[in-house]
Nanobody, 123 residues
Framework: QVQLVESGGGLVQAGGSLRLSCVASGRTFGNYAMGWFRRGPGKEQEFVGSISGNAVTIAYADSVKGRFTISRDNAKNTVYLQMNTLKPEDTAVYYC????????????????WGQGTQVTVSS
């Protein structure tokens, strides 16, 4: 069983930055891919990005490429989402998720989900 605890959300001005953290339980953290997803007001869940267990493979949604960076520290069982140049349309609840495979290419691969953390970007 994997438990994920997110932190780092908050209110920022457009153009500002936030770094989200997600701490996972378990000794096999480095074995599985981690992903970030978000759901804005009145919107469906959206893929943000993902990172493989060994951090070699990283993928981003087109909407965040060049602005967001995913990283992980397997020694700390933590995955990060660095968000720069934030826009109001980035406002959403952000969720981290863990797959049971070393690389996950779709949402169906993600088995465990965090509680979500609110990110609000003001104009």
């Amino acid at each position: 069983q994997v438990q994920l605890v997110e932190s780092g959300g908050g209110l920022v001005q457009a153009g500002g930055s936030l770094r989200l953290s997600c701490v996972a339980s378990g000794r096999t953290f480095g074995n599985y891919a981690m992903g970030w997803f978000r759901r804005g007001p009145g919107k469906e869940q959206e893929f943000v990005g993902s990172i493989s267990g060994n951090a070699v493979t990283i993928a981003y949604a087109d909407s965040v490429k060049g602005r967001f960076t995913i990283s992980r520290d397997n020694a700390k069982n933590t995955v990060y989402l660095q968000m720069n140049t934030l826009k109001p349309e980035d406002t959403a609840v952000y969720y981290c998720a863990a797959a049971r495979t070393s690389w996950a290419r779709s949402v169906v691969d993600y088995r465990y989900w965090g509680q979500g953390t609110q990110v609000t970007v003001s104009s």
